[in-house]
């Protein structure tokens, strides 16, 4: 999610100070001061505010102004997903996805660099998985973990015609989509078969459940 600020009435593009990757809400909009809120790896949900210059250039930063309680935890140093795309091997289908590596981790060269590797399938079915704050996570990563998100074939932002591909009979292709994520690791060198479990909740569970009958 970007943010974008515009003036009125001429529709002139304002540009903001730098803001990490992630989802970003406006939070307020009041005069000159605008105020957001960031959610990803690094980042739980705070709010930051801005005073808008009257033109020009950013002038400084964005004020934090919510706060959390790490209790010691070096936020910094939580890795940032890659946004990945693979075929779908039922027809072609380019299935988006989040690619998360544990810190410090070397993606595979020629050379495979095999480690065991996770698949969360989101709910809904009609959901979407987006770059936001996660412990469980966070903490999947810290303990070697590696993690692919699939936004399968029925998910959400992607347009209507992506978002009806899974009705009814063709519920099974989205369950196709998400085993091929798993053939994407293996292909790639991320993982191999044995190293890899699913997991999910509501509907998550189900396509979890799904894919290992599938395969």
Request: charged share 15%; proline share 8%.
């Amino acid at each position: 999610g970007v943010l974008h600020l515009y003036r009125l009435p001429t529709f002139e593009r304002v540009e903001l100070p730098a803001i990490e990757p992630g989802v970003v809400s406006l939070a307020s909009l009041r005069g000159d001061r605008i105020a957001w809120t960031l959610s990803n790896a690094r980042t739980p949900g705070l709010c930051y505010s801005y005073d808008v210059p009257a033109s020009g250039t950013p002038v400084g930063k964005a004020a934090q102004v919510t706060f959390t309680d790490t209790q010691g935890i070096d936020l910094a140093a939580f890795p940032l997903p890659e946004l990945v795309r693979y075929k779908a091997s039922k027809d072609g289908l380019e299935i988006p996805a989040l690619l998360w590596l544990p810190a410090g981790y070397a993606k595979p060269g020629i050379a495979a660099n095999p480690i065991p590797f996770v698949v969360n399938y989101h709910g809904g079915p009609e959901g979407q998985f987006r770059p936001t704050w996660s412990a469980t996570t966070q903490f999947l990563l810290s303990q070697g973990f590696g993690i692919i998100q699939p936004n399968v074939r029925g998910s959400l932002g992607y347009g209507r015609a992506f978002h009806m591909k899974d009705d009814y009979k063709n519920r099974w292709d989205s369950v196709s989509d998400g085993v091929d994520a798993a053939d994407w690791l293996a292909h790639n060198g991320y993982s191999t078969p044995g190293k890899m479990a699913t997991y999910g909740g509501s509907y998550g569970g189900y396509m979890s459940v799904a894919c290992l009958v599938e395969d």
